[in-house]
C-alpha cells in the first residue's frame, strides 16, 4: 500500500484491508491496532477502542474496577437459574442489564490490559499467545 492509501485508511476515508491491518497489528504489536483490526474483521462485534476518555493507567484501572463491580452487583439479581423460556419481561429487563454491564466491563478491561501493555512494554500478541496456551494446558480450549 502507498503512502497516499495509509494516509486516508489513517484519516478514516478508506477502510484497510484485514491483511493490511494483521500486518500493521502485528508489525508495531500494539493492543489499540488489535482490538482495532477485531473491530473491523467482525464488524463491530468487539470492544470499541474509546478515544475520547482518559487513558491514564489508574483511570483505566479505576474504571475497569468500576465496571466489573458493576457486573457482579448486577449478578446477584439476575435469574440465571431460569431457562430463557422461564424468564418474566421483568427477568428479560434484568438479563438485558446484565449483559450490556458484561459487554462494558469487557471493553474497560480490553482497555486496561492495552494500557498495561504499551505503559510497560509487554508485548499485546505474545500476552495472548501465553494466554491461549494457558487454555489449552487447562484443556478449556483444543
Same mark, same amino acid.
Given at each position: 500500500?502507498?503512502?497516499?492509501?495509509?494516509? !486516508?485508511?489513517?484519516?478514516?476515508?478508506?477502510?484497510?484491508?484485514?491483511?493490511?491491518?494483521?500486518?500493521?497489528?502485528?508489525?508495531?504489536?500494539?493492543?489499540?491496532?488489535?482490538?482495532?483490526?477485531?473491530?473491523?474483521?467482525?464488524?463491530?462485534?468487539?470492544?470499541?477502542?474509546?478515544?475520547?476518555?482518559?487513558?491514564?493507567?489508574?483511570?483505566?484501572?479505576?474504571?475497569?474496577?468500576?465496571?466489573?463491580?458493576?457486573?457482579?452487583?448486577?449478578?446477584?439479581?439476575?435469574?440465571?437459574?431460569?431457562?430463557?423460556?422461564?424468564?418474566?419481561?421483568?427477568?428479560?429487563?434484568?438479563?438485558?442489564?446484565?449483559?450490556?454491564?458484561?459487554?462494558?466491563?469487557?471493553?474497560? @478491561?480490553?482497555?486496561?490490559?492495552?494500557?498495561?501493555?504499551?505503559?510497560?512494554?509487554?508485548?499485546?500478541?505474545?500476552?495472548?499467545?501465553?494466554?491461549?496456551?494457558? @487454555?489449552?494446558?487447562? !484443556?478449556?480450549?483444543?
Amino acid at each position: 500500500m502507498d503512502g497516499s492509501q495509509i494516509g !486516508k485508511v489513517l484519516k478514516g476515508t478508506r477502510n484497510p484491508s484485514k491483511e493490511l491491518m494483521r500486518n500493521a497489528a502485528e508489525h508495531y504489536d500494539d493492543g489499540q491496532l488489535y482490538i482495532a483490526a477485531a473491530g473491523e474483521v467482525t464488524g463491530g462485534a468487539f470492544a470499541p477502542w474509546l478515544d475520547n476518555v482518559d487513558l491514564h493507567r489508574a483511570s483505566v484501572l479505576f474504571k475497569t474496577v468500576e465496571e466489573v463491580k458493576e457486573v457482579l452487583a448486577l449478578s446477584s439479581e439476575a435469574p440465571i437459574n431460569k431457562t430463557g423460556d422461564q424468564l418474566t419481561e421483568a427477568d428479560r429487563q434484568i438479563m438485558k442489564r446484565l449483559l450490556m454491564e458484561t459487554v462494558e466491563a469487557i471493553t474497560a @478491561l480490553t482497555h486496561f490490559a492495552a494500557v498495561l501493555c504499551k505503559e510497560y512494554s509487554f508485548s499485546w500478541l505474545a500476552t495472548w499467545k501465553e494466554h491461549r496456551a494457558d @487454555l489449552k494446558a487447562k !484443556k478449556y480450549m483444543k
